[in-house]
Every structure is written in structure tokens, then in C-alpha cells.
């Protein structure tokens, strides 16, 4: 399957706890991003990479977020001191530069206790 | 604020007939726009796109219109399939910004 993956599919936490999702791009893409999508709306943008570099960060990413793309290639984004209000698909989408088109994964949903 | 948005949480319509999905914007910044269908459990999936130096882009039975002066993309589904029953979302791009802003979405429902 050459798609985007993520990966855990569903992450059931107790607040106050660590997180971290990963998220494997279409190999030849140097964009990726994350979205956030809760019950009833639409994805939200979070952040998003072109390589290794964070190129735009949303008022949503407060600093118990963060996001790395280390070597261009996977993603992970980690929330620190989970709060209910946490509780979201966490979905992540690369594209090639340039183009306008963003491939999405299968999201990672998160439960917060 | 929402910058884009579809006002109709949901629509029937009945297999054969036509779909017609609403969007609206309010950023007159944007100027690319695209739907992306989304079935339970899954990512979204890119459907068709519309650029704002154009009024329409067909793609098959998928059609998206855009008037600019009104500030709203309406996409047309014809025929429609019960395969077609999903939750589309309208999203928009500004120049020189590749991150979407998507709207609420309508969920579709072809009866068979």
C-alpha cells in the first residue's frame, strides 16, 4: 500500500498523560501536514512540513504540542498533559510540492479520559 | 469565525437524480477550491478541484461550479449512486498558503 499511513488507528489515554502518533507519507511527497477533526467539523489545520522544515503552525498547536519531521520523511506529533478536550481524529495528509492536492491517512483517534 | 461553510448538515436524494452539495466562503483570499468525500473510518479523498481563474470543472459525473461574486462552489453529482452516500467537505487554499480551511460538511445520503 503505498498511501499514507498513521499509526496508532485508536489511542485511549488517561489525561495528564504523554502522547505520540506517527505518520508515514507517500514516499515522493515533501509536504506533510496535520489536521485535527472533531464531532460535527471539518478538519482543522495544525501544522504542516515542506522536508524537514515546520513551515506554519496554528494558534490550535498550544505548547503541549509538537510536531517533528526529522529527516523528511515520517512525522510524529506528541501532546504532552493530555486534556479531555484533546480527545480528536488526529489526521495527517502530504502532498507534492507545489501541488494543491493533499493525500490524507486513515486519521489516529484519540480518547481522552 | 468560519471561513467556509456548508449550512446543510445533510441531504437525500434519490439514486439517479442529481446532488447538489452548497458551499460558501468568506475569505476573499482564497483562491483554490477543492471537496473531498469521507467515509466512517477513513481519511478524506480528494473528489475534484476548481481554481479561482475558473467557473467550472467536470470530472465525470462530478461537476463543481464556482461564482466568485457570491463567493460560494456548489458541487453537482449526476447521476447519483448509493456508493456516492458519504460526508463531503468544501475546502479552500489562499495564495500562496497550501493549508486547507474545510467546512463543516453535508452528509449524503442516495437512496436506492
Known amino acids: 500500500d503505498t498511501g499514507v499511513s498513521q499509526d496508532p488507528r485508536h489511542k485511549i489515554t488517561k489525561r495528564g498523560q504523554n502522547v505520540t502518533f506517527r505518520c508515514d507519507p507517500i514516499?515522493?511527497?515533501?509536504?506533510l501536514y496535520w489536521y485535527r477533526q472533531t464531532l460535527g467539523q471539518g478538519p482543522e489545520f495544525l501544522t504542516y512540513?515542506?522536508?524537514?522544515?515546520?513551515?506554519?503552525k496554528s494558534r490550535l498547536l498550544s505548547d503541549r504540542f509538537s510536531a517533528e519531521r526529522p529527516k523528511g520523511s515520517f512525522s510524529t506529533l506528541e501532546i504532552q498533559r493530555t486534556e479531555q478536550g484533546d480527545s480528536a481524529m488526529y489526521l495527517c495528509?502530504?502532498?507534492?510540492?507545489?501541488?494543491?492536492?493533499?493525500?490524507f491517512g486513515p486519521g489516529t483517534r484519540l480518547t481522552v479520559l | 469565525d468560519q471561513q467556509v461553510k456548508q449550512n446543510s448538515p445533510s441531504l437525500s436524494v434519490q439514486e439517479g437524480r442529481i446532488s447538489i452539495l452548497n458551499c460558501d466562503y468568506t475569505n476573499s483570499m482564497f483562491d483554490y477550491f477543492l471537496w473531498y468525500k469521507k467515509y466512517p473510518a477513513e481519511g478524506p479523498t480528494f473528489l475534484i478541484s476548481?481554481?479561482?481563474?475558473?467557473d467550472k470543472n467536470e470530472d465525470g459525473r462530478f461537476t463543481v461550479f464556482l461564482n466568485k461574486s457570491a463567493k460560494h462552489l456548489s458541487l453537482h453529482i449526476v447521476p447519483s449512486q448509493p456508493g456516492d452516500s458519504a460526508v463531503y467537505f468544501c475546502?479552500?487554499?489562499?495564495?500562496?498558503?497550501?493549508?486547507?480551511?474545510f467546512g463543516t460538511g453535508t452528509r449524503l445520503k442516495v437512496l436506492a
Open positions: 476548481i481554481s479561482s481563474i475558473k
Open positions: 514516499s515522493e511527497h515533501n509536504r
Open positions: 512540513f515542506q522536508n524537514e522544515a515546520q513551515l506554519e
Open positions: 495528509a502530504s502532498s507534492l510540492e507545489g501541488s494543491y492536492e493533499q493525500f
Open positions: 475546502a479552500a487554499s489562499a495564495r500562496g498558503t497550501y493549508k486547507y480551511i
